[in-house]
């Protein structure tokens, strides 16, 4: 059974940054693309990042784009998400997801999420 555990997020101040983690665990990590999404309180989920199975390729919401950067260590099977330059409207609970291909728009597998709370 798939179990990805989100941690990393917490409160900060706008301008500041968080990093992101998610270990997932029984599956080989190294054969699926990983995609962190987001949950603002009211709204839709709304994808925020992917990166393929090497890491070699990524892609970002245009909202994100210049501010977040997705990266994945195969050895730990944790993927994270370094999110710089953070603004309120980025306040949300984060989730990391599985692909089995990339770029996908099928995620299989769901964290618990993280909450990132930006205060302006």
């Known amino acids: 059974q798939v179990h990805l555990v989100e941690s990393g997020g917490g409160l900060v101040q706008a301008g500041g940054s968080l990093r992101l983690s998610c270990v997932a665990s029984g599956l080989t990590f190294s054969r699926y693309a990983m995609g962190w999404f987001r949950q603002a309180s009211g709204k839709e989920r709304e994808f925020v990042a992917a990166?393929?199975?090497?890491?070699?390729?990524?892609s970002y919401a245009d909202s994100v784009k210049g501010r977040f950067t997705i990266s994945r260590d195969n050895d730990k099977n944790t993927v994270y998400l370094l999110m710089n330059s953070l603004k309120s409207e980025d306040t949300a609970a984060y989730y990391c997801a599985t692909s089995k291909i990339y770029p996908s728009s099928k995620y299989d597998d769901w964290g618990q999420g993280t909450q990132v709370t930006v205060s302006s």
């Open positions: 990166i393929s199975l090497t890491g070699g390729s990524r």
